[in-house]
């Protein structure tokens, strides 16, 4: 089994940045990719960002792009989401999920069916 937990949500003015970080702990952790969702009251989960494991290709949600920025430490096992620029409209509780089935070549998994393991969440609010 696998676990993962994140850290490094919190309170941040607008304009503010953020470092979240997912560390995976378990059986042998040979995921294909990483995401990191986000889900503020009464919307549907998203995907912000993913990234694959082995390549480091990484997928962005247009909301995000240009201010988020994911990456990984293989090492470590973690995976890590550096946030720029916060806006109110970030506000939401942040899930790290692994994904561990292969995915398509030159696919990068961003739907919540396509992950596996995930963590309990990190709440980050945006104030204005």
């Known amino acids: 089994q696998v676990q993962l937990v994140e850290s490094g949500g919190g309170l941040v003015q607008a304009e503010g940045s953020l470092r979240l970080s997912c560390a995976a702990s378990g059986r042998t952790f040979s995921p294909y990719t990483m995401g990191w969702f986000r889900q503020a009251p009464g919307k549907e989960r998203e995907c912000v960002a993913a990234i694959r494991w082995g390549n480091l290709n990484t997928y962005y949600a247009d909301s995000v792009k240009g201010r988020f920025t994911m990456s990984r430490d293989n090492d470590k096992n973690s995976v890590y989401l550096q946030m720029n620029s916060l806006k109110p409209e970030d506000t939401a509780l942040y899930y790290c999920?692994?994904?561990?089935?292969?995915?398509?070549?030159?696919?990068?998994?961003?739907?919540?069916?396509?992950?596996?393991?995930w963590g309990q969440g990190t709440q980050i609010t945006v104030s204005s």
């Open positions: 999920a692994a994904a561990t089935r292969r995915p398509p070549y030159g696919y990068i998994s961003y739907r919540q069916a396509e992950y596996d393991y």
